[in-house]
């Protein structure tokens, strides 16, 4: 669970479309190592608060597969946006 109610967390987070459509993009031709470097660089870039960045950055180096760091990166995407995930 990446958010306890539908409050937004992170508003006008600043990552954009086409970073989250990049992403989708180099999932399947990239190596673990590189896909998690950029989720971590994906959320450092963005708008949000230190506190809110670390947790998701903490979910995002504990995964143990490409497909929990995108879930996780999508939902940050998500709760920016005002979607509540």
């Given amino acids: 669970m990446t958010q306890k109610n539908s409050r937004t967390r992170v508003k006008n987070d600043g990552i954009g479309e086409n970073r989250i459509q990049d992403l989708y993009k180099i999932y399947d031709s990239s190596n673990y190592n ?13 708008n949000a608060s230190v506190r809110t960045k670390d947790r998701f950055l903490r979910i995002v180096r504990q995964s ?12 940050f995407f998500l709760a920016g946006s005002g979607l509540g995930v």
């Avoid at 590189?34 to 963005?46: K, L, P, Q, T």
């Avoid at 143990?64 to 939902?75: F, G, I, Y």
Wanted: aromatic residues 4%; negative net charge.
């Fill in 34 to 46: 590189d896909f998690i470097n950029e989720c971590v660089n994906i959320i450092n870039d963005s």
């Fill in 64 to 75: 143990h597969s490409k497909d929990q760091a995108v879930t996780t990166v999508t939902n």
